[in-house]
């Protein structure tokens, strides 16, 4: 069985320009969640995908887009980056239906934006 | 959407000591979970408990969910349990996380 994993690990980019960091579930699991960690802070909710459909979203502007593909994997899509978006992006796996829907988290992708 | 307090923020131990993280939160959950960030930033899952409690080793974790908090208790501390824990709330599971209690053990 296969963990989560992310990729790229690491992203430098400058405002204004757009970038897609890519997620793929652990394998039986039908839910993928994004979250944004800015540093000395929590995770945030940005939104949820089930079945590819989005199933959910937190405070996050229109900018924030994201895909799931038929085998569950997924894209978290960033337009106009501003300074602020600099954080340790994180996507968690889970099966929907098992006890508390437990989250499986990949490594993160830290974006840097100058 | 919920408030998710958590203390203390920061914790300096000498191994082998115990001690006790507390989590607040705002609203009725059905869905609370305990996370360890390693320093290098992977999210661990540690308890799925929404109410109760449990035990796994050297942790076990309480939820009073009529009061609203959870309790975090790690046991003869070491050193590879530095880092940040996190409790993480929701209605459903898309989570509300806290600010975190940064946990140090120091040989």
């Known amino acids: 069985e296969t963990g989560v994993t992310q990729s790229p690990t690491h992203l430098i980019k400058t405002r204004g320009q757009q970038v897609t960091l890519r997620c793929s579930s652990q394998?039986?699991?039908?839910?993928v969640s994004w979250y944004q960690q800015a540093l000395g802070q929590g995770p945030q909710f940005i939104f949820q995908?089930?079945?590819?459909?989005?199933?959910g979203r937190g405070n996050f502007p229109p900018r924030f887009s994201g895909l799931q593909f038929p085998n569950y994997s997924s894209e978290l899509n960033v337009n106009a980056l501003e300074l602020d978006d600099s954080a340790l992006y994180l996507c968690?796996?889970?099966?929907?239906?098992?006890?508390?829907?437990?989250?499986?988290f990949g490594p993160g992708t830290r974006l840097t934006v100058l | 959407g919920i408030q998710v307090e958590q203390s203390p923020p920061d914790l300096i131990l000498q191994e082998g000591a115990n001690s006790t993280l507390r989590c607040n939160f705002s609203?009725?959950?059905?869905?609370l979970q305990w996370f360890h960030q390693n320093p290098w930033g992977q999210l661990i899952n540690l308890f799925y408990?929404?109410?109760g409690t449990k035990q796994n080793g050297r942790l076990s974790a309480t939820t009073v969910a009529t009061e609203r908090y959870s309790l975090l208790y790690i046991s003869s501390s070491q050193t590879t349990d530095s880092g940040v824990y996190f409790c993480?709330?929701?209605?459903?599971?898309?989570?509300?996380f806290g600010t975190g209690t940064s946990l140090t053990v120091i040989p």
């Open positions: 968690a796996s889970s099966s929907r239906g098992s006890p508390g829907d437990t989250q499986y």
């Open positions: 394998s039986g699991h039908n839910t």
């Open positions: 995908y089930y079945r590819e459909e989005e199933n």
């Open positions: 609203d009725s959950v059905n869905n």
């Open positions: 408990i929404p109410s």
């Open positions: 993480a709330v929701g209605p459903g599971n898309q989570f509300y």
